[in-house]
């Protein structure tokens, strides 16, 4: 059980009641959002006050570095949802310059400890590093956005039977990975007190209890959760999160794609999520509602898919007239994600074999050039 909310002020606010706010600026591609970005996010925002982030355009991107899988549209709003971001740049360039800095009132900007490149091989922090308004976080260890494209690469129809008694620790039937490069990440009680910085239920909050794999967190989550939070004045929603085996039993090929850890780290950093339970049941029981004083359960328009023993898993809040169906609006599930990343990378290996082809041809004619001088 792990309470969750929005950061207060920074560690810079300390000392400083009457001073000006510190302004800071990150900026990215927020593209397959997950818990690394959300943690140099809270980093960042330890450093100041305010925290402005900056999201590229599908054009830059594409320049850059090949085809976003998610549109500018969802990005930003992903971005947004993250609760230690204060206000969204849409449409910051590709590389940081003083003038976006000075544009938007922002003190220094904040990178994490990897290089950031140019399609020419620039670094896109070169000017800002040298006028010495750049600060550095450390990176996540453990994720990445290709580590989890790899992954969802390697989804086959078979199911975990061969290694469910080792999918808890993200482990194989020979102590591996059933992923090729699966999550190294290793969890920490101090990671999840960093992101659960939250408060308990106050007298008047509506507590609302949703339950899911919420696997990959994905913009599809984020309308959900959205409007769930608007279904009361004062919500305090609590996420129950399934075990893996669980996920597994109800969604069979590899999923979950994200282990129960990295899967609570990502609806932690989410600014509509108050509470999660790690390894929720899959009913929803009496003792479940009462030991949270839950007073409605919602469930988006999915299916329901029935508990081991055949039974309705929302049978209980049923009989008590607090089960609501909440349409968020949006088709996206996490399968939709991965069809998406497979036609993606297709098309990302077809404009680079292109590009190659070119360049091999030009090195040709230059080759058959110099041959005809001699």
């Not at 400890?113 to 010495?132: N, P, Q, R």
Request: glycine residues 8%; neutral net charge; contains cysteine.
């Amino acid at each position: 059980m792990l309470r969750n909310g929005a950061a207060g002020g920074g560690s810079a606010a300390g000392g400083r009641a009457a001073a000006r706010p510190v302004r800071v600026w990150c900026d990215g591609c927020y593209d397959m959002v997950h818990y690394g970005h959300s943690n140099q996010l809270r980093q960042a925002r330890a450093m100041g006050d305010y925290l402005i982030v900056g999201v590229h355009t599908d054009e830059e991107i594409a320049k850059h570095k090949g085809p976003p899988v998610f549109t500018q549209e969802e990005r930003y709003k992903m971005v947004q949802a993250i609760k230690w971001v204060d206000e969204i740049a849409p449409g910051a360039p590709y590389v940081t310059t003083l003038e976006t800095l000075d544009k938007y009132n922002c003190d220094f900007c904040v990178h994490g400890d990897d290089i950031t490149l140019t399609i020419d091989g620039k670094d896109t922090y070169e000017e800002v590093k040298a006028s010495g308004r750049y600060r550095e976080c450390k990176r996540t260890q453990g994720v990445s956005t290709t580590d989890l494209v790899g992954r969802m690469l390697l989804m086959t129809k078979a199911h975990h039977s061969n290694i469910v008694s080792h999918r808890l620790l993200g482990l194989g039937p020979k102590g591996h990975s059933p992923w090729t490069g699966v999550s190294q990440f290793l969890q920490t009680s101090q990671k999840i007190i960093q992101f659960a910085s939250g408060k308990e239920p106050q007298p008047g909050d509506t507590i609302i209890y949703v339950a899911g794999a919420f696997d990959l967190f994905h913009i599809g989550h984020v309308d959900f959760l959205e409007k769930v939070h608007q279904l009361a004045e004062k919500p305090y929603i609590i996420i129950g999160l399934h075990f893996d085996q669980e996920v597994n039993r109800y969604k069979g090929k590899n999923y979950p794609i994200m282990n129960i850890h990295e899967r609570t780290l990502s609806v932690l950093a989410c600014r509509y999520v108050s509470e999660v339970v790690i390894g929720a049941p899959y009913a929803v029981t009496a003792d479940l509602l009462d030991h949270f004083k839950v007073t409605l359960v919602c469930h988006g328009m999915t299916e329901v898919v029935p508990d081991k023993d055949g039974s309705d898993p929302y049978e209980e809040p049923k009989r008590r007239g607090i089960f609501q169906l909440v349409d968020s609006g949006s088709n996206l599930t996490t399968d939709l994600i991965v069809q998406r990343i497979i036609k993606n990378r297709l098309e990302f290996e077809a404009r680079n074999q292109k590009k190659e082809a070119k360049e091999l041809a030009v090195l040709e004619a230059m080759r058959r050039l110099e041959e005809e001088k001699h």
